[in-house]
């Protein structure tokens, strides 16, 4: 009965009624007719579906027959969605198939919003389920609306993460100007006791500086005061004397209200050092 309901769906259809470089995959062994057996593959019972992906991911869009009621087709609709997903896949879709509809038990519909059946297999990586089991034109029209809105729903993902790029690029770049005028202009001008930006050293908070090391530190709602220990390389005549340091996230000083706030601190720091 399902090898005859097959017939039916997709008698008087040939390749030139469906888009070019689409492909169908019969998860139950059913054998195509004639016209179509070119574009045609039957998964036999048994057969790893692994062996079909090097065929299959050349193709335009995959359609895949299988039984909704037949638990061992929705396993093996299961491993070929796992194995083609893996790799770089064209667009795979699941077109129900079961008997014709004079004897097609009640549950061979497929419910797609209540089934964990069809949740799962979209994570996986299903793109589609077709409505129904149509056959004739209406089957033909039906896959090819599916092509073209699968692939105008690529394009359009394609177009937004493109469009993310482009915002992220300019959030960047604009940081960066923001940063320099900030920090080598204004600085030099408004506010030159603050030391200048050293494009040299590493991100983050350093380690030690200029024969110091750093040692225990202090956090305050300005920033972070460090006790510095004189490092065994350093100068004798040193060794007498008591530094701290005082470190300040440049990320909090983003205007020129933060940057004399911090000049005016870097002031009180001079007089009382």
């Not at 709602?221 to 490092?231: A, D, E, H, Q, V």
Request: charged residues 20%.
């Amino acid at each position: 009965m399902t090898q005859t309901w097959m017939n039916q769906r997709f008698l008087r259809l040939g390749p030139a009624d469906f888009e070019e470089g689409v492909h169908f995959v019969s998860i139950g062994n059913v054998s195509p007719l004639a016209d179509v057996q070119n574009i045609w593959t039957a998964v036999a019972k048994g057969q790893d579906v692994s062996t079909l992906v090097p065929t299959l991911k050349a193709k335009r869009a995959v359609f895949i027959f299988a039984s909704p009621v037949d638990q061992g087709q929705v396993t093996k609709l299961r491993e070929l969605v796992q194995c083609m997903d893996a790799v770089e896949s064209p667009p795979m879709v699941w077109a129900p198939h079961t008997v014709t509809p004079e004897i097609r038990p009640h549950n061979a519909m497929i419910d797609t919003d209540g089934q964990s059946t069809v949740s799962s297999l979209m994570e996986l990586g299903l793109d589609g389920i077709i409505s129904g089991e149509p056959q004739g034109q209406t089957l033909a029209l039906i896959l090819r609306m599916w092509v073209h809105k699968l692939e105008i729903a690529a394009e359009t993902l394609s177009d937004v993460l493109q469009e993310r790029h482009r915002k992220a690029h300019n959030v960047e770049y604009y940081k960066g100007h923001t940063d320099s005028l900030l920090w080598d202009y204004l600085r030099s001008r408004i506010a030159p006791v603050i030391p200048p930006c050293d494009r040299f050293l590493t991100a983050g908070e350093p380690g030690h500086i200029d024969g110091w090391a750093f040692g225990s530190a202090r956090r305050t709602t300005s920033g972070t005061i460090y006790r510095l220990n004189r490092r065994h390389d350093a100068s004798v005549g040193l060794s007498g004397s008591k530094e701290v340091a005082f470190l300040v996230d440049k990320q909090t000083v983003r205007n020129v209200t933060q940057m004399m706030a911090l000049k005016r601190m870097v002031d009180a720091l001079w007089m009382v050092s």
